[in-house]
């Protein structure tokens, strides 16, 4: 199979993808059974990682999306700010956190606190990818994570370059 201009290799294609997906949604209908819990994704990365793993999620839960600012877009480096907030109040509600990947966990750890401000009983955080070697926030853990990548910058899956890939099924290395 030819790949599109820009993608130097397939990392993880669609049906890894899709078996993580569904374990990672065994797991979490366990976890959340009679919880009702909030899953809140992060615009607009998550929005295909979060619609695949609540279809494989079989109890109760809410979906909210909230939009925030990248760091890297913004020359006041590190300043995180809301484009736009989530709608859902999430006081003593069971929250999940969802991205498509933590790589400094800037973003994540950011919000997290913003989110804790409103009394939730508890924030989890999911993510399809997890780059370790990159984090900048010590500690930074993700709860419910698909997979463990080294330090390449990839894309598909949701995750775009300058907006482009989002829609590749599977999630491929950049050339760059
Ligand atoms: P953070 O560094 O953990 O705050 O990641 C912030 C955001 O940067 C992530 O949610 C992604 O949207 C984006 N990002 C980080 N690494 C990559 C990558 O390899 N490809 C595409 N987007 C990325
Ligand atoms: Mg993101």
Redesign the pocket.
């Known amino acids: 199979m030819s790949l599109p201009e820009g993608i130097e290799k397939v990392l993880i294609d669609e049906n890894s993808i899709k078996n993580r997906v569904r374990e990672l949604g065994e797991l979490l209908t366990r976890e959340y059974q009679g919880k009702d819990p909030v899953f809140i994704g ?1 615009l607009k ?2 929005a295909v990682f979060l619609s695949d793993l609540i279809r494989e999620i079989r109890c109760p839960l809410e979906v909210d999306f909230c939009r925030v600012s ?3 877009d913004s020359k006041s480096s590190g300043k ?1 700010e809301f484009l736009g907030d989530i709608r859902t109040d999430i006081s003593d509600r069971y929250v999940v956190l969802t ?10 750890s950011v919000l997290k606190a913003e989110f804790y401000k409103r009394g939730p009983r508890e924030i989890k955080v999911a993510a399809l ?1 997890d ?1 370790p070697s ?1 984090r ?1 926030v010590a500690g930074f853990e993700v709860d419910y994570e698909g997979f463990r990548i080294d330090d ?4 598909g899956y949701g ?3 300058a907006e482009k890939y989002r829609n590749l099924p599977y999630v491929g290395v ?1 050339k760059g």
């Open positions: 992060v990365g998550s990248s760091y890297r995180i991205e498509d990947i933590v790589d400094t966990a800037k973003t994540l990818l780059k990159r900048e390449h910058f990839v894309v995750m775009d370059c950049y």
